[in-house]
Every structure is written in C-alpha cells, then in structure tokens.
C-alpha cells in the first residue's frame, strides 16, 4: 500500500514528465517487488531479469494511463503481466536445453534425499509443468496459488473479471495435478 | 496437503531465494533511456530540419531548378558536374509567402570582399567569370540555372527569433511546458540551416552558423555548422579564415565527416580553381 498519496503523485508527475531521476526512484523502491513475481512466473532468474527491465523501461509511456485506482506496484506488475508471453518461452526453452544437458550426466551416488534437494526437484517439476499451461491459466495459477492474492486482485491485474481468474486457476490446477503424476510416474 | 501444493510451497521458496542482478538491471534500464531518448530526438530532429529546409529552399530551389543545394553548391565551387541530379523538373510557382527570418546581425568583422549583390549565388556574381564546367557524361550537365526569384525578406528586427520560435514548437510537441536545452539546440541548429540553404546571402548565413556556435559550441550539430560555415567564409573571400576551418575536416577531426569535401575544396582553393 502506498504509504503517502501526495508522493506517489509526485513520481508519476514527474515520470508522466519523462524524469529520468523519477524511474531509477521507482526502480530502487519497487525492483525487489517486481523481480520476486517475475521470478515467480518465470522460475527463470536471467528471463525475470530481463521481464523486470522491460517493465520498467515501458513504465514511462504506461504510466500516462495510470489514473491512481490501484498502487503502482501493482501497476507494474499489470505491465509485466502485459509483457510477458515473449519472457515465458524464453524460459521453457532455457529449461528444456538445462534439462538436455543434465540428462547427459548420470549420477554416480543415488541423490541425498535432503529437504532442500527435495524441494528444488520439485520446484523444477512443477516449473515444467507450468510450461506446458497456456500462458493466461499460467498466470492466474502463480498470481492466485504462488502469490496468494485474490481472484478480485488478480482480476484487476490481468484486466478480466473475477469468474474468468477463478475459471482459469481452476482448470490449471487439475492440469497441474495430472502433470505432476505424469512427472513422477515417468520417472519411478 | 496434495502434491501440487506441496510442489506450490516448493516452488515459492526456490524462487524466493533466487537473488537476481539489480545493480546491473539498474543500469541496464537507465541507459535503454538514454538511448531511446537519443533515438526520438534524431528522429524528431531530422524531421524538423528537413520541414524546415523544404519549407524555406526546396520553394526557391524548385522555381529556379535546383533541388540538391548542398551538392549544387559544392559542384558550383569546384567545376565538377553535380553529384545529385535534380529529381523534380522545375516548374513555374506562384511566389511563395514571406518567410519568417531570424533577425541575425551581420558580422562587424566580417568585410564582404565579394563585389556580388548580397543575395546572389556564387555563379551570378557581377565580374565573375562564367563556370567552366569539366567534360561530363551526356545527361549530367546541369543547365545554366535561370535568375532566382526570392521572396522578399521581412524587416529585421521585426520578427522573433525563428530559433526561439522553434524550440518552444519543439517543447509543445514533445508535452513539454517550456523548451529544454535540447529543444534549444535543434531550433537554433534548424534555423541556422534554414538561412543557409535558403540562400538569404553569406554573410546572413555565417552569422547564422557563428550564433548556432557560439551557443552550442560542442553541440550535436557541431560538425555539421563548422563545415557550412567554412562554406560561408569561402563565399565571402575569406580564404585564410576558411583554410583554418576547413583543414580539420581533411585531416579528419570529425571522425570522418565531410573530410572528402573539404579536401576538395582545399586543393580547389590551393590551386587557384574555385569558382567565385
């Protein structure tokens, strides 16, 4: 939640005015926030890098729409939301090729089952899983289940209603599921 | 709890810790600005120096039957056939309107050696001898150009400076309430080429290039305004001065630009052969 109307007014005055000080301002209060979902959407660090830039580099011109009825943290992640499609194949394709190149190395010891290991394959499991959603139920999914927030402020991000996110969530969930046995059957 | 939520958990906390490069996005970012930034204004002052250009020449240049002026002009000095034939056959015009010129005092040091008519162009000039044009290939030759009709200038000191007047009409068109320095910058450079090329004489046309100069001394236009000037000192007899400035250009101060130009007219001048 912005904390001081007057300034947000101030930053978007002055970004509307193409003040190059008030983007780097932006940036430096807002990056973390943005990385951390595009990170989230992307499981990908150098695609979240480059959605983040983009983001920002669009906020200028985007931010002349911006008419205060939501934060604009929130606004940027509309945007990244907006910029999206090009960053998320460009992630599956880095996964697919990571996961050729991991599969031409065969394990000498059998994995430590370590908590953290575990999660880290299931991360990946469920990354690749996402992969294979359409991009708009992807989204609903790592806006609603990842991020937690709700389908009414979701709905406000992507731009449709209430009962399309939640139609959405629905259906990549149940894909979801069946991806994740497909995964772990293929591989017992 | 279901495996995909426990995959979901999973999933959050990787990418959670992921730590990213903000410094470096940071100034990736900051410098993607700069360089759109760049982009536009090139853009943009392209755009406004060719309006103005074909506003205030391309009018006269097209009644009297020459388009390429800066390939005319260099051509007329040194002999050669022009390096730019005329796209667009002249045709009869109706006069155009007055146009608005900055009021650009003439230089005090800068005594008109030429005994031409201060608005002639360098081939009518009284006393001088016809141009001799080198053997050119059939269908280059230019045609003796007829007598120029020129819209009559309006009263010095009358008018706004046309540079200011650009610059704020750069502000507005870019949502700015006041002109910035670049905005400045390319109205004076705009009206400097406008007079030039317009033909408005070489010592209005100098005074142009040294007020665009002085103020902008290292200015993106720079290269350009120090060889359109030397261009004036060679129309004004003003050898020396047009030696100092053009020898940087040959010996390739500007990164190249213009250096085959002045060259040219640097040997033209050496050997006696330019056409005043």
């Given at each position: 939640?912005?904390?001081?109307?007057?300034?947000?007014?101030?930053i978007v005055?002055?970004?509307?005015?193409?003040?190059?000080?008030?983007?780097?301002?932006?940036?430096?209060?807002?990056?973390?926030?943005?990385?951390?979902?595009?990170?989230?959407?992307?499981?990908?660090?150098?695609?979240?890098?480059?959605?983040?830039?983009?983001?920002?580099?669009?906020?200028?011109?985007?931010?002349?729409?911006?008419?205060?009825?939501?934060?604009?943290?929130?606004?940027?992640?509309?945007?990244?939301?907006?910029?999206?499609?090009?960053?998320?194949?460009?992630?599956?394709?880095?996964?697919?090729?990571?996961?050729?190149?991991?599969?031409?190395?065969?394990?000498?010891?059998?994995?430590d089952p370590?908590?953290?290991?575990?999660?880290?394959?299931?991360?990946?499991?469920?990354?690749?899983?996402?992969?294979?959603?359409?991009?708009?139920?992807?989204?609903?999914?790592?806006?609603?289940?990842?991020?937690?927030?709700?389908?009414?402020?979701?709905?406000?991000?992507?731009?449709?209603?209430?009962?399309?996110?939640?139609?959405?969530?629905?259906?990549?969930?149940?894909?979801?599921?069946?991806?994740?046995?497909?995964?772990?059957?293929?591989?017992? | 709890?279901?495996?995909?939520?426990?995959?979901?958990?999973?999933?959050?906390?990787?990418?959670?810790?992921?730590?990213?490069?903000?410094?470096?996005?940071?100034?990736?970012l900051?410098?993607?600005?700069?360089?759109?930034?760049?982009r536009?204004?090139?853009?943009?002052?392209?755009?406004?120096?060719l309006?103005?250009?074909?506003?205030?020449?391309?009018?006269?240049?097209?009644?009297?039957?020459r388009?390429?002026?800066?390939?005319d002009?260099?051509?007329?000095?040194?002999?050669?056939?022009?390096?730019?034939?005329?796209?667009?056959?002249?045709?009869?015009?109706?006069?155009?309107?007055?146009s608005?010129?900055?009021?650009?005092?003439?230089?005090?040091?800068?005594?008109?050696?030429?005994?031409?008519?201060?608005?002639?162009?360098?081939?009518?000039?009284?006393?001088?001898?016809?141009?001799?044009?080198?053997?050119?290939?059939a269908?280059?030759a230019?045609?003796?150009?007829?007598?120029?009709?020129?819209?009559?200038?309006?009263?010095?000191?009358?008018?706004p400076?046309?540079?200011?007047?650009?610059a704020?009409?750069?502000?507005?068109?870019?949502?700015?309430?006041?002109?910035?320095?670049?905005?400045?910058?390319?109205?004076?450079?705009?009206?400097?080429?406008?007079?030039?090329?317009?033909?408005?004489?070489?010592?209005?046309?100098?005074?142009?290039?040294?007020?665009?100069?002085?103020?902008?001394?290292?200015?993106?236009?720079?290269?350009?305004?120090?060889?359109?000037?030397?261009?004036?000192?060679?129309?004004?007899?003003?050898?020396?001065?047009?030696?100092?400035?053009?020898?940087?250009?040959?010996?390739?101060?500007?990164?190249?630009?213009?250096?085959?130009?002045?060259?040219?007219?640097?040997?033209?001048?050496?050997?006696g052969?330019l056409?005043r």
């Amino acid at each position: 939640m912005e904390a001081d109307d007057h300034a947000v007014d101030d930053i978007v005055r002055r970004l509307q005015a193409g003040e190059r000080s008030a983007l780097a301002e932006v940036y430096d209060r807002h990056h973390e926030y943005l990385r951390r979902f595009a990170t989230r959407l992307l499981a990908d660090e150098h695609a979240a890098e480059d959605l983040v830039h983009d983001a920002f580099l669009a906020l200028p011109k985007a931010v002349m729409r911006f008419e205060g009825r939501s934060t604009l943290r929130t606004f940027l992640v509309s945007i990244a939301l907006n910029r999206c499609r090009h960053h998320v194949r460009a992630a599956a394709r880095r996964r697919k090729a990571s996961e050729r190149w991991m599969r031409l190395s065969v394990p000498k010891e059998p994995p430590d089952p370590d908590a953290r290991y575990r999660d880290s394959e299931l991360a990946v499991r469920l990354a690749r899983a996402l992969d294979r959603l359409p991009l708009e139920q992807r989204i609903a999914f790592v806006l609603c289940a990842v991020e937690e927030r709700s389908g009414a402020e979701a709905a406000a991000m992507v731009g449709s209603s209430e009962g399309t996110i939640r139609t959405r969530l629905l259906r990549a969930r149940r894909k979801l599921q069946v991806l994740l046995e497909d995964d772990q059957g293929g591989e017992a | 709890m279901s495996d995909l939520d426990r995959a979901t958990e999973a999933f959050r906390a990787v990418q959670d810790r992921r730590r990213g490069d903000a410094a470096h996005t940071r100034d990736r970012l900051l410098a993607s600005v700069v360089r759109d930034r760049r982009r536009q204004r090139g853009m943009f002052a392209a755009a406004v120096v060719l309006a103005l250009v074909l506003t205030n020449s391309t009018t006269w240049a097209l009644s009297t039957g020459r388009v390429s002026e800066a390939a005319d002009e260099l051509a007329a000095w040194l002999d050669a056939p022009s390096s730019a034939e005329p796209t667009v056959a002249p045709r009869a015009r109706p006069a155009p309107a007055p146009s608005r010129r900055a009021a650009f005092p003439t230089p005090a040091s800068a005594p008109e050696r030429s005994t031409a008519r201060p608005n002639a162009p360098p081939n009518e000039r009284p006393n001088a001898p016809p141009p001799e044009r080198a053997a050119a290939p059939a269908g280059s030759a230019r045609a003796a150009p007829p007598a120029p009709s020129r819209p009559t200038p309006p009263d010095q000191g009358t008018e706004p400076p046309l540079a200011d007047d650009l610059a704020v009409a750069l502000a507005d068109l870019e949502g700015r309430a006041s002109p910035s320095e670049d905005d400045r910058e390319r109205g004076a450079f705009a009206t400097a080429h406008a007079v030039h090329f317009g033909d408005d004489g070489a010592a209005r046309s100098l005074a142009a290039w040294d007020a665009y100069l002085a103020r902008f001394p290292h200015g993106r236009f720079e290269p350009e305004a120090r060889f359109n000037r030397a261009v004036c000192l060679l129309r004004l007899g003003r050898d020396d001065a047009a030696r100092r400035a053009l020898t940087p250009f040959a010996e390739g101060a500007y990164a190249g630009i213009r250096r085959r130009d002045a060259a040219r007219l640097l040997e033209a001048l050496s050997n006696g052969r330019l056409n005043r």
